[in-house]
Nanobody
Framework: QVQLVESGGGLVPPGGSLRISCAAN????????????LKWYRHTPGKQRELVAT???????RYADSVKDRFTISRDNARNTVFLQMNNLKPEDTANYYC?????????WGQGTQVTVSS
């Protein structure tokens, strides 16, 4: 059974930085972690879920306009881990951030880590 565990969330003042991580534990159906597309989503109660960043298995990175030039997604295939470096954080970045690992019909979701941007 695959489990995605996010970590690194917390309270940070506006303008601050935070790096969150998502580690995949367990068997990934015998496929290497590098086979999968990786994504970070965020959700705030009362708002729609937002796709924040994508790191494809072909090494393309894509970002939502709201976080472009501030957030960076990266991956460590040897450690089955995806990261999201968040700089110049704004109050509107406050949300529960959760990761997605997927390839075709195989999809795995994390439970999320809360990021709160406030002074």
């Amino acid at each position: 059974q695959v489990q995605l565990v996010e970590s690194g969330g917390g309270l940070v003042p506006p303008g601050g930085s935070l790096r969150i991580s998502c580690a995949a534990n367990g068997s990934l159906f015998a496929l290497a972690f590098s086979t999968y597309d990786l994504k970070w989503y965020r959700h705030t109660p009362g708002k729609q879920r937002e796709l924040v960043a994508t790191f494809t298995r072909t090494n393309e990175r894509r970002y939502a306009d709201s976080v472009k030039d501030r957030f960076t997604i990266s991956r460590d295939n040897a450690r089955n881990t995806v990261f999201l470096q968040m700089n110049n954080l704004k109050p509107e970045d406050t949300a529960n951030y959760y990761c997605y690992v997927g390839y075709g019909p195989r999809e795995f979701w994390g439970q999320g880590t809360q990021v709160t941007v406030s002074s």
